[in-house]
């Protein structure tokens, strides 16, 4: 297969854990037989140095003409500690996913059995958790009308969906339930939102065109508390860009570290990957921080636009192998391992890689 994929390294560590995730998809092309053509393109702090803007024209041109991107993260202590500011690298993000049309942000939260210990949550209430999170990502409170009246006494920002918002990531989330354990619960806030009853009604309406798929119903408070008591109990996570802000945090935990998750944002075009941290200034340039989620950002990109499943699942048994090594970055090192076990950045990407070539040559007679 033949593909090309633009890197948009960003800024922090952004540049330092794409250069993995490419590694890793190289090695990938290498060992089964894939033409992958990379191309880089800026955007946030680095783009605005350069070009005064956060998302460049030159940037949007290419992102449009690439079967799929590998994204790290964008931002600059700078902007974070002066908001009057007014070209801030996050708006090249919101540019982008309205320019792409990426409506729905996925993200799986499983826990590596490894990794048991580096969550703070109880062993035995997370074991076998498996959740994927569809979020919605185009519309909400975030897109809203929103103003001050009163003599800036009062402030507003409305909640506001439209049917067609909510069939189109419900179509997804119902057809990615059949694909795992037949389960879709839609989280709204029913009782009080007018918006969360529209939105119930039209997942109501989607779920009859899926028979086998059981959904139910529940209240964003009611969520929040159940993905902590039990979380094992959900299968898809279908909800609104707010909702789902705060609740894909809330289950980040159940992963242990922020540096080991990865995401997808997927529209009906080009589909966008990239880990949920942020550009994590305490430790840009240091060489510590965890590639492990745009690795995994690599394995979504490959099965959601590429189709390529084995290749992808070769790629996360790379990651669990490495795991069982007892290998760890910084962040989800604990007291138990040893010293020369803890990789920096750059090695843990060439472990990965070197660990996706041992699983293929184990598996060359397939
Ligand atoms: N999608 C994005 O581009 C995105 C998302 C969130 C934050 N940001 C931006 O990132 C900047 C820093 O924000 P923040 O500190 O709130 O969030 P952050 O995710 O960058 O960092 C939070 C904490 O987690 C640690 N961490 C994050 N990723 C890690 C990794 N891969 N390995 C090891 N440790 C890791 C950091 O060192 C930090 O202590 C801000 O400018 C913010 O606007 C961007």
Not at 201 to 214: I, N
Not at 231 to 249: A, E, K
Request: proline share 3%.
């Amino acid at each position: 297969m033949k593909k090309k994929i633009t890197i948009l390294p960003g800024d922090g560590i952004g540049k330092e854990v794409t250069a993995c995730g490419k590694k890793v998809l190289e090695q990938i092309a290498e060992c089964f037989g894939h033409e992958f053509v990379f191309d880089y393109a800026v955007i946030g702090h680095d783009a605005i140095e350069s070009t005064g803007d956060p998302l460049p024209e030159e940037t949007l041109t290419k992102l449009k003409n690439t079967d799929a991107i590998l994204f790290g993260a964008v931002g600059h202590p700078k902007y974070d500690n002066d908001p009057t500011l007014k070209v801030r690298p996050e708006q090249g993000l919101l540019k982008m996913r309205k320019e792409l049309g990426l409506y729905a942000n996925l993200r799986p939260i499983k826990l590596f059995d490894e990794l048991l210990e580096a969550s703070s949550i109880k062993p035995e209430i997370l074991r076998g958790a498996d959740i994927l999170f569809f979020r919605e990502l185009t519309g909400d409170v975030y897109f809203g009308e929103r103003g001050r009246k009163n003599n800036n006494e009062t402030a507003y920002d409305t909640m506001i969906y439209s049917k067609f918002e909510v069939e189109r990531i419900a179509h997804k989330a119902f057809k990615a339930a059949q694909t795992r354990k037949n389960k879709v619960t839609s989280v709204d806030k029913a009782n009080v939102l007018e918006s969360s009853r529209l939105w119930r009604a039209v997942v109501q309406e989607v779920a009859k065109e899926y028979p086998d798929v059981t959904v139910e119903h529940m209240f964003v408070d009611a969520a929040a508390m159940k993905l902590i008591q039990n979380p094992r109990s959900f299968d898809v996570v279908l909800t609104g860009n707010l909702f789902g802000d705060i609740l894909t945090d809330e289950a980040s935990q159940i992963a242990g570290s922020m540096g080991m998750l990865a995401s997808a944002s997927v529209g009906d075009k080009v589909g966008l990957y990239e880990p949920i941290h942020g550009s994590a200034h305490d430790i840009t340039g240091k060489g510590i921080a965890n590639p492990l989620a745009s690795i995994l950002s690599a394995a979504l990109l490959l099965d959601i636009s590429f189709g390529l499943k084995e290749e992808s699942e070769t790629v996360i048994k790379a990651v669990e192998k490495t795991l069982q090594e007892g290998y760890r970055t910084k962040d989800i090192a604990d007291s138990s391992t040893a010293l020369e076990k803890i990789l920096g950045t750059e090695v843990m990407g060439n472990v990965i890689s070197n660990q996706v070539r041992i699983i293929t040559s184990i598996d060359v007679n397939r």
